[in-house]
């Protein structure tokens, strides 16, 4: 075998282990899944191959369906910037900090040693009727009844943020820590004042990594289950409740099947029109 | 007053001290370097000036204006730094207007301004490009017109040529002098490198250990050190140690072992007083070394073995044995170099030697 023949093996041999997870783990099961949202669920509950584009026709003009589809895209949306909101002083202050940086991004990293599932009940403990604020709130004679803040949407949102903020904060950290702090003094020396430097220069260099830590943040609040299952009432589930419902509780896996695609197609666009506008390849322009 | 003055200015970092009780005046228009090793305290007396960090004590003029409480934005200065510090998202021509905007012009004076600017830099022609387009020297250039353009009030330089390669930091510093004198800017230059600060400087600040060691023109504190650091850090220096036998009509009598009596003028020994131990210095390059047969000049000879040979194309530098005394002398090469084990005569006019008061460290 040739050099260059080797030479142009040796990328794939590199990938095929990648590959081959990617392939069973991801392709495969999204192929069965795409032809089981074309079977149809009898009344006997058994399900019928074939190409029936009924799941697909209840998915996409159900109002219940649509009106769910919308406030998920809404809690993913308001959780998103509060997460930007919150975390980019957050990175801002870690970029900056002269010691102890390590500790700080340790103390970051620490909530993912304990289970998500069991962080998003912590707010029961906190939250709750018998809670801590609860608690806080009775004692001090300021309400003789507990109060119920759990099971609405801004506790789900709560949760989501929780949960997701260390994924934005990191994100920004790393876009900062690339922006040269020599900039912001060039532009302060130039005459701009601190707020006006960090705005002109700062910020806009910083912006692709707050544009991929708000992608994370928007498609994985947008496919969560968990947080709206524990936190939210009745009235707040989320699009993939839908699913988890179709799916475990009436055992439609063809129904569950095309809600998911649904899901993943509508996620799908969004992250490609936000790439468009607010792409690593637009914001990287100029940059060589 | 100078253009910028600092007077007992102290710099605490914690328990450490980076610039121990420093004064000095910068006449206006004058290119003045701080020129000493890293740690020295240069950066920090540079970053005090411009207003990055706030001196511990003492207080900071510029143009007659007490700036300590100025914050930077405020003071305008230009700054060039090391690494450049251009915009990367902004384009040439944003990056050299950035500091315009600040300053009430109409777009046609902006435009003008950075047009003027960016021919007198010599690169008229990359205003719509991106920093990341240009060379390590086009973007050294580019800052200079980002800073010079707001017309300030002084000029800082932070190791601005450091980054760039031999060759065209040699260029560089041609090109930055012609600037500087062409509008005549105050300008605060700070570097490590001592073949920067003798080109450039109309005035050269020699620092170490937080504290000034000598100020003077590039030939007073190349020729007539203050002090053995200065001596030591500027070229290659023999230092050797004298006795003084006091001074007589001649200048400063001194004996040396294996030299025996040598007088050095006066005003090469202006910090010697009386008899005592001196330290005599001697340049590499004022030690000449000849066939034991050339022709005897006024200069002192004596007869040495080449010990090791350092060639550097024109020139070469000598390691010679004197006696029990082990010297350096560089000299360019003649025919071809001296060789290792060779003995050579060795060679110096007692007038080029200078005197510092003190034993050798």
Avoid at chain 2, 108 to 134: F, T
Avoid at chain 2, 175 to 194: A, M, N, P, S, Y
């Amino acid at each position: 075998m040739s050099v260059e023949a080797r030479e142009r093996r040796q990328p794939w041999i590199l990938l095929s282990p990648a590959l081959t997870a990617i392939g069973l783990l991801l392709f495969v099961p999204l192929f069965f899944i795409v032809v089981y949202s074309f079977w149809l669920r009898t009344a006997t509950g058994a399900d019928q191959a074939g190409f029936y584009l009924d799941n697909w026709n209840e998915a996409l003009t159900d109002p219940f369906y649509r009106d769910i589809l919308f406030s998920t895209l809404r809690i993913a949306a308001i959780t998103t910037v509060a997460c930007a909101v919150l975390g980019y002083p957050a990175a801002y202050f870690i970029a900056r900090s002269k010691g102890n940086k390590a500790l700080l991004l340790l103390l970051l990293m620490l909530p993912f040693w304990i289970s998500y599932i069991i962080r998003t009940m912590s707010w029961i403990n906190i939250l709750g009727v018998s809670g801590a604020v609860n608690w806080v709130l009775l004692n001090l004679g300021i309400t003789s009844e507990p109060i119920q803040m759990l099971y609405n949407e801004p506790t789900v949102i709560l949760g989501l943020v929780h949960f997701l903020l260390p994924f934005m904060v990191l994100n920004v950290y790393v876009a900062l820590e690339g922006v040269d702090v020599s900039l912001e003094d060039a532009a302060c020396s130039l005459g701009s004042t601190r707020w006006q430097a960090f705005r002109e220069v700062t910020l806009p260099l910083s912006l692709p990594g707050l544009a991929a830590g708000g992608l994370l943040c928007f498609v994985l609040s947008a496919g969560t289950y968990i947080t709206p299952l524990v936190l939210g009432g009745p009235t707040d589930a989320m699009y993939a409740n839908l699913v988890f419902e179709a799916i475990i509780t009436q055992l439609n896996w063809p129904l569950g099947s095309a809600l998911s695609l649904m899901l993943l197609g509508v996620l799908g666009a969004l992250v490609l029109v936000y790439n468009h506008y607010l792409g690593m390849g637009q914001l990287m322009k100029g940059l060589g | 007053m100078g253009a910028v003055s600092l007077t007992d200015i102290v710099k605490r970092f914690g328990s450490f001290t980076a610039v121990q009780r420093m004064s000095m005046d910068i006449p206006e228009g004058s290119f003045v370097t701080l020129l000493g090793p890293s740690g020295c305290g240069k950066t920090t007396t540079l970053r005090m000036i411009a207003g990055l960090i706030d001196p511990s004590e003492g207080e900071i003029t510029i143009k007659g204006k007490r700036v300590n409480d100025v914050p930077i934005h405020k003071r305008n200065l230009g700054l060039v730094f090391q690494n450049y510090a251009l915009f990367p998202h902004k384009t040439i021509a944003q990056n050299v207007a950035f500091g315009l905007k600040y300053r009430d012009l109409s777009k046609a004076d902006m435009d003008r301004k950075v047009r003027d600017v960016l021919d007198l830099v010599q690169l008229p022609h990359v205003a719509d490009r991106y920093p990341k387009q240009l060379s390590g020297g086009q973007q050294q250039r580019i800052a200079l017109a980002r800073a010079i353009v707001i017309e300030p009030d002084v000029l800082l330089l932070d190791e601005p040529l450091s980054a760039l390669d031999a060759n065209l930091r040699e260029d560089m510093r041609v090109e930055l002098k012609r600037i500087q004198h062409r509008i005549g800017i105050t300008t605060v230059f700070v570097t490590h490198d001592q073949s920067e600060a003798l080109a450039m400087s109309d005035r050269v600040v020699v620092m170490s250990d937080g504290r000034i060691e000598q100020v003077g023109t590039p030939e007073d504190v190349y020729n007539t050190p203050a002090s053995e650091f200065v001596s030591r850090f500027l070229g290659i220096s023999n230092i050797l140690s004298a006795t003084s036998k006091g001074a007589n009509a001649g200048g400063l009598s001194l004996e040396l072992p294996v030299f025996g009596q040598i007088t050095v003028p006066k005003e090469k020994a202006p910090h010697v007083e009386g008899a005592g131990p001196v330290k005599l210095v001697i340049r590499a390059e004022k030690l000449l070394l000849t066939d034991l047969s050339a022709p005897r000049d006024e200069r002192a000879a004596f007869d040495g073995v080449v010990e090791a040979v350092d060639y550097q194309g024109q020139a070469a530098r000598y390691f010679v044995r004197v006696g029990d005394q082990q010297l350096q002398a560089i000299n360019m090469i003649d025919e071809r170099p001296f060789q290792e084990g060779e003995t050579v005569s060795v060679r110096f006019r007692p007038r080029d030697c200078a005197a510092l008061p003190g034993a050798p460290s």
